[in-house]
Nanobody, 115 residues
């Protein structure tokens, strides 16, 4: 079975930082692009960041550019999202997903930023 296990969410104050992790099993991680999405209460799921299989090319939503950084460790089957300078509007459930062999999503991890 394919599993994407996201972790690292929590409660943080405005301006704080969190690092999310997503560890994959059941897929050949190193040939898949990986990405993060988020869904705030009452809103649709939106793209946050993505990286190619090598990690050399990254993409970001305009709203997080300069504050978030996506990276990956293929030897650990893990993709990370370093989130800095967090704002209340970053509050959401964050999901990881793969791009490539199949279409899989993690279970989500809650990030809450207090003002």
């Amino acid at each position: 079975d394919v599993q994407l296990q996201a972790s690292g969410g929590g409660l943080v104050q405005t301006g704080g930082s969190l690092r999310l992790s997503c560890t994959a099993s059941g897929i050949i991680f190193s040939i898949n692009g990986m990405g993060w999405y988020r869904q705030a209460p009452g809103k649709g799921r939106e793209f946050v960041a993505a990286t190619t299989w090598s990690g050399r090319i990254t993409y970001y939503a305009e709203s997080v550019k300069g504050r978030f950084n996506i990276s990956r460790a293929n030897a650990k089957n893990t993709v990370y999202l370093q989130m800095n300078s967090l704002k209340p509007e970053d509050t959401a459930v964050y999901y990881c997903r793969n791009f490539g062999t199949g279409n899989y999503w993690g279970q989500g991890t809650q990030v809450t930023v207090s003002s």
